[in-house]
């Protein structure tokens, strides 16, 4: 068979699975996922995709044991102890200080197949805490999409294999040993279980939690295709305190994730939140199905876009910074302007732009007072060269007026402002042109009035000489 015609089959396949069984397997890294249907369709000795598709049509359970091969279930105890002991020596201890009495620590393991890693979680904040504080203070969310391992972790009840490696003092301690059916098991601790609440959620279309400190997703982003991988990430930023950490598995990176984490160790796979997401990034932690996102996106897409557009567009240059104070968007004539470009995105709005606004303008100040301001005429000096701007300062809010980051505007009135300085010159001028001509007009009224007085005495001096004249 051809190579593209058994990869039509395989998307028709994929495609009958999310349309009609509402079961989307897109969100899996296709290598693997092409391993794993062969895998199955060996066991039900079918040979290619378009007879398993017949078969899914004819035997819709055949779901769950598909599932079942897709979703790799496996789980450990203490899985990569040194990562636990980091964890519990080096972070746990800070997110417990920075706690107030009384708060409650959330943590949320997500992934947790049959609860191995969330008891784990348990044991340890059980053990730094003591018993008393762990019932008062934690609260620990286990989610994972397998309604059947979240069965199984809810149960609690491992056998001999799946204990080997806790330590004595803790099998003891945790956990109440049981024959049952024929086997001895080993039951988790009725109160150690008590602070967790197990549900389904499924990373790549479900919201996240929220206020979360510790954040425990391991060997699950592994089987997820890069764009969900981002996805999720987004989610999980959204779910953290602003000091909350995340842990993942030993084999994971951050790869997809804009820089949106910061590492606290990458031999542990433990990070903490720094960026801000972008507004894009925001649009992806609501909940909703493929096809819904899909027209969702595409609609809020466009709207950006325009947005974005309408912004890079304005004849003026413009930026918009972040609630951080950190550059987002920079049109053309700003980045012209103040010599930018995509390097300094994200970055503290520094360089020519913090020198021009230093003087007059901080952006705690638009926090406290989220009014839009202008500033008139403020002077640049640049290569040289002066330049005049009117800057517009417009915070940008939530809908509850929490502030986001704000836009300015700056507007070169250099011409104008010459203009009115010159204007100014010439008024002056006139002034003094109008006094100096005040000044040679009475200079000129002296003279006319002496010339007329002079006048007066000639004419008297004639009319006394034509009276002797006459006398004669
Ligand atoms: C290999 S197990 C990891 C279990 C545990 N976190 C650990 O490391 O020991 C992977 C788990 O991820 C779950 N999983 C796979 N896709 C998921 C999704 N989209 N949302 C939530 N859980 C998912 C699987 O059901 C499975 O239980």
């Known amino acids: 068979m051809s190579q593209s015609k058994s990869k039509q089959e395989f998307e028709a396949l994929l495609n009958y699975l999310n349309e009609d069984l509402g079961c989307d397997l897109t969100v899996y890294k296709r290598p693997s996922l092409v391993r794993r249907f062969e895998h199955r369709m060996q ?88 018993i008393d504080q762990y019932l008062e203070r934690v609260q620990i969310f286990a989610t994972d999409v397998d309604k059947d391992a979240l069965l199984k972790a809810h149960r609690g009840s491992y056998n001999e294999l799946e204990i080997v490696g806790i330590d004595d003092k803790i099998l003891s301690k945790y956990f109440d040993k049981k024959f049952e059916n024929n086997e001895q098991r080993y039951i988790i601790n009725s109160k150690l279980r008590r602070k967790i609440i197990f549900g389904r959620h499924d990373l790549a279309l479900d919201a996240p939690m929220s206020k979360i400190d510790l954040l425990v997703c391991r060997n699950v982003l592994i089987y997820l295709n890069s764009e969900i991988q981002a996805t999720v990430l987004v989610r999980f930023h959204f779910a953290l305190n602003d000091n909350g950490v995340l842990f993942l598995g030993s084999a994971e990176s951050l790869l997809n994730s804009q820089n949106i984490f910061s590492t606290i160790s990458i031999k542990h796979r433990i990070f903490t939140k720094a960026y801000n997401l972008t507004l894009e990034q925001y649009l992806l932690i609501r909940p909703t199905t493929r096809r819904k996102k899909k027209a969702i996106m595409n609609t809020l897409t466009d709207e950006i876009q325009i947005c974005k557009t309408a912004f890079l567009a304005s004849p003026f240059p413009q930026i918009a910074v972040d609630s951080k104070g950190r550059l987002l968007l920079a049109n053309e004539q700003a980045q012209t302007l103040f010599g930018l470009n995509n390097s300094y995105l994200l970055k503290q709005v520094q360089l020519e732009i913090g020198r021009l606004l230093i003087n007059f303008w901080s952006f705690n100040e638009l926090k406290c007072n989220p009014r839009s301001t202008s500033f008139k005429n403020v002077e640049w000096v640049t290569d040289g060269n002066k330049i005049y701007f009117d800057i517009y300062i417009t915070p940008i809010l939530t809908q509850s007026g929490a502030i986001l980051g704000a836009n300015l505007t700056f507007i070169n009135v250099t011409t104008y402002t010459e203009l009115q300085h010159e204007i100014k010159c010439s008024n002056s001028e006139i002034a003094r042109l109008t006094q100096e001509l005040q000044l040679v007009k009475s200079v000129l009224n002296t003279t006319i009035n002496q010339l007329e007085s002079t006048q007066q005495e000639l004419d008297s001096a004639y009319q006394e000489i034509q009276f002797r004249n006459e006398l004669l």
């Open 43 to 130: 066991e039900l000795e079918i040979g290619d995709y378009t007879d398993y598709l017949e078969y899914l049509k004819n035997h819709p359970q055949e779901c769950v044991p598909l599932l079942n091969t897709i979703l790799i279930k496996f789980s450990s105890f203490f899985r990569d102890r040194d990562s636990w002991d980091y964890l519990v020596n080096s972070i746990i201890p800070g997110i417990i200080t920075s706690k107030q009495p009384g708060e409650q620590i959330r943590v949320w393991s997500a992934g947790c197949a049959s609860g191995q890693e969330t008891y784990t979680i348990a044991i340890l904040l059980a053990e730094m805490l003591g």
